[in-house]
């Protein structure tokens, strides 16, 4: 009975040796995995500092006004650039709006002429006469 308790307990010492050693080994590997995160996390942070000191830099109003007087050749908008809303064409159904994925209007786009093959034959005829150069006025008058 002595020899049962005995060799009982020498094979749970040595499971709760083996145990214990295994937890060890675990603790230390995540340990270096938390030190390796650590610095991971340290060099991140250093270069988002760097990023942030470079786009501050970048960001210059100073640096970007020299830059575009160097490369721009921008000048103030003279009096004359300027329109008013009765400049704008009075066929404004001639545009149609552009919807972007939003569905709002961004821009307008003029309407596309309708094709001659669109067309009947003697209305296909007449669009090509009116709008093709004449021949006359570009020699001269003479045929």
Known sequence: MTRAVTIIGLVLTILIGTGTYWVS????RLEK????????ILAEQESIHVLQAEWSYLNNPERIERLSRQYLSLAQIDVLQMASIDDLPE??????????????????M???RARPGDLMYD??????IIDAPSV?????GAQ
């Open 91 to 108: 066929d404004a159904d001639l545009h149609q709006y552009r919807i972007n994925k939003f569905g709002e209007a961004v821009a307008f």
């Open 33 to 40: 995995r938390y030190a390796d995160i650590q610095s991971d």
């Open 123 to 128: 209305e296909a005829a007449d669009t090509m």
């Open 136 to 140: 006359a006025t570009e020699t001269g």
């Open 110 to 112: 003029p309407v596309p």
């Open 25 to 28: 080994h675990q603790v230390e």
